[in-house]
């Protein structure tokens, strides 16, 4: 999945190193956390700011500027405490584009302010493209009304191609992302189940998980608006 790579404009282009210590300082990183940015990280680049005044859209209460940071990686592996610690540290809705040997694939988390303290944000779980090559083509920026919908519309392109229902078709972004978590938690389960069954001997006992797989199969199925899932696989 290449699609969510956009062509973002050249009034947005930013383009400022953003050292690893200031990252550190927001975050409150411990030790550990620290070593996953020495490990993995080689450099953060602040490297577009889209805002009103870049874009021509106008801000929500909600997103008032959008903020894409490009990381080149150390090794072709990046852990999600270290999206998390960026995305604590930066007070902006962000999408990552990471690049590593000749690769690049986009990550981003839905994000909120919370309702219970406006000055701190909730953070979804991560959704991710494939890796592509460096010169794939980027797609022009989704049509939007305003910044909120440009997010809508960046961190979906960002989700797995999952069928949709009639009923899912209108839900907001809120709705969607919950969906998309649901998701990934009930095909993990699928994947415990099946590998239990795969362990077990006893007839009786067969039956019984078997039993459990199907219905964990056709909540899978109710979630996606897919069709009947014949087989899962791993994340």
Known sequence: MTAAFFDYPKAASFGRVVPKNRIYEHAGAGTALRDLFV?????????YKLAPETTNLAATKAVSEIQVFGISLRTGKLDDDVLRAIDRAIPFPLIFELSWSGKRKAVGAFKRPSEADATKWVVSAYFATDWAPDDAPRRPLPV????????????????????????????????RVARMEAIRTKTREVDRIKAHLAREKQFNKRVAINAELRAARQELERLSGAAPVAATTNE
């Open 144 to 175: 939007a009304l305003n910044l909120g919908g440009l997010y809508d519309a960046l961190i979906t392109a960002l989700m797995p191609e999952v069928a949709a229902e009639a009923e899912h078709i209108s839900e907001d972004i809120q709705t």
């Open 39 to 47: 490990t993995q990280v080689d450099q953060i680049v602040w490297k």
